[in-house]
């Protein structure tokens, strides 16, 4: 397992802009995918972004799409989450994952991820 470390949350307005980071140590970054999930208040986690081990094929959750860009950068073992055109219906902990070493594709499953951050409170206001 790798240990993940995310910032960048805050509260914003709609129609804002947040940049999430997520520092990634103790493991093999450049091997693995990294996903994006968030947990609103009152609901399940689920999937936001993911990223192959190469950064060369992305995925995202269809409410998304369009206004979050994930990326990755294996020389700084760190992921990024940029988020435009932020809604209310954003509001969320965000959290970073990473899946199993070798496990390079993306995945849009909270289950084939098996390390996670602490997650960062992301507050978008009306």
């Known amino acids: 397992q790798v240990q993940l470390v995310e910032s960048g949350g805050g509260l914003v307005q709609a129609g804002d802009s947040l940049r999430l980071s997520c520092a990634a140590s103790?493991?093999?970054?450049?091997?693995?995918?990294m996903g994006w999930f968030r947990q609103a208040p009152g609901k399940e986690r689920e999937f936001a972004a993911s990223?192959?081990?190469?950064?060369?094929?992305?995925v995202y959750a269809d409410s998304v799409k369009g206004r979050f860009t994930i990326s990755r950068d294996n020389a700084k073992n760190t992921v990024t989450l940029q988020m435009n055109s932020l809604q209310p219906e954003d509001t969320a902990v965000y959290f970073c994952?990473?899946?199993?070493?070798?496990?390079?594709?993306?995945?849009?499953?909270?289950?084939?991820?098996?390390?996670w951050g602490q997650g960062t409170q992301v507050t978008v206001s009306s």
């Open positions: 990223i192959s081990s190469n950064g060369a094929s992305t």
């Open positions: 994952a990473a899946r199993a070493y070798y496990y390079t594709r993306p995945s849009v499953s909270s289950m084939d991820f098996n390390s």
């Open positions: 103790g493991g093999t970054f450049s091997t693995r995918a």
